[in-house]
């Protein structure tokens, strides 16, 4: 097994218009190798987003795989406390 890391950065908006678009994507290299998503470019985040997020974890965890999220914007940290599922977001750890 290798130790690259992959690394998805979506742009632009990440809501209920664009999420559908970016499910198959996120599934498919969250399956194949270790997965860091970079959300720094992300300008507007819905709870789709969450949901786009909670999806990839699961297609992750099945194939055995991890996910880390990178630059997670502030709306979206909000909304997950909301929800309260924000302790089930891999953040990575401040440098």
């Known amino acids: 097994m290798s130790d690259a890391q992959a690394v998805f950065a979506p742009q632009g908006p990440l809501t209920m218009l664009s999420a559908a678009a970016l499910l198959a994507e996120g599934r498919r290299l969250a399956a194949e190798a270790p997965l860091?998503?970079?959300l720094?470019?992300?300008?507007?985040a819905d709870s789709a987003a969450l949901?786009?997020?909670l999806d990839w974890l699961r297609a992750a965890r099945t194939a055995g795989q991890r996910i880390v999220l990178r630059n997670l914007?502030?709306?979206?940290?909000?909304?997950a406390a909301l929800y309260d599922i924000d302790t089930l977001l891999p953040l990575e750890?401040?440098?």
């Open 93 to 95: 750890p401040k440098a």
């Open 40 to 44: 720094g470019a992300v300008t507007a």
């Open 73 to 79: 914007p502030a709306g979206l940290v909000s909304l």
């Open 36 to 38: 860091t998503i970079d």
């Open 51 to 53: 949901a786009l997020i």
